[in-house]
C-alpha cells in the first residue's frame, strides 16, 4: 500500500468528501474554498486514490462562533473535519491522517479544539491525549451527536 500527503489538491477534487456527511453539515464548494484557503490542510492518497481529508483553521481565522469554544480563546485551532472514503474506513488509517496532520499543525498553537460527530473518531482522539467535554444530542440538525474535546498540545 502506497500513502501519500498532499497539503493542497483542487477544490473539486475536495467535494467527494462533502458525501460523508449529512446534508445539514455539507459544505458549498465556495464556503469550503472559502474555509480552505485559511487552513491547515492534508489530504491521504491510496495508491494514488484519493482516500482522506482534514483541515482545522486556527482562531485568527475563525469568523463566526463556535459552540463551546471560548471566544476568548486564542490559541486554539478548530478541526473542522475529518473523513475517509468508504472504501478506507475500518483499516486503522484514521489515525494515520490525524498523526500526519498533527505533525502540520506543529507548535503553533497550544490546543486543537474539535467535535467527534462519529464514534470510530473518538479513539483516535484518545490516542493523541484528548479530553472530552459537553455533548450536543443533534448537532446542526443533522442527527449526530457531537462531543466537544481538546488536544493539549503543550
Ligand atoms: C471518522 C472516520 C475518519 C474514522 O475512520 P475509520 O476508518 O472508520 O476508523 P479506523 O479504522 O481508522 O479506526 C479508528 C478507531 O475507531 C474504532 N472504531 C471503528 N469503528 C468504530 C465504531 N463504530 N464504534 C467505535 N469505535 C470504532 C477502531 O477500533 C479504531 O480504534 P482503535 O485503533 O483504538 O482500535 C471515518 O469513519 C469517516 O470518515 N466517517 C465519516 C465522516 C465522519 O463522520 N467524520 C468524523 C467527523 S468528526
Known amino acids: 500500500m502506497k500513502i501519500t500527503f498532499f497539503n493542497q ?8 468528501f462533502e458525501h460523508l ?13 472559502a474555509l480552505l484557503k485559511n487552513s491547515i490542510a492534508a489530504w491521504m492518497f491510496i495508491d494514488d486514490e ?7 483553521v ?40 490525524m498523526a500526519y496532520w498533527l505533525g502540520q499543525v506543529g507548535n503553533k498553537f497550544k490546543t486543537i ?7 470510530s473518531i473518538v479513539p483516535v482522539m484518545r490516542t493523541f491525549g484528548a479530553k472530552f467535554f ?3 444530542k443533534n448537532w446542526f440538525d443533522s442527527g449526530r451527536e457531537a462531543m466537544y474535546c481538546k488536544i493539549y498540545l503543550s
Open 134 to 136: 459537553s455533548t450536543h
Open 50 to 56: 484519493p482516500a482522506g481529508e482534514i483541515y482545522g
Open 113 to 119: 479544539d474539535a467535535h467527534c460527530t462519529a464514534e
Open 9 to 16: 489538491i483542487p477544490l473539486e477534487a475536495t467535494m467527494i
Open 58 to 97: 486556527g482562531h485568527a481565522d475563525i469568523n463566526e462562533e463556535i459552540p463551546d469554544v471560548d471566544p476568548k480563546d486564542t490559541e486554539y485551532i478548530y478541526l473542522y473535519s475529518m473523513g475517509l472514503l468508504p472504501k478506507f474506513q475500518g483499516k486503522r488509517l484514521s489515525k494515520i491522517l
Open 21 to 33: 456527511f449529512e446534508p445539514e453539515l455539507r459544505l458549498e464548494g465556495c464556503d469550503k474554498a
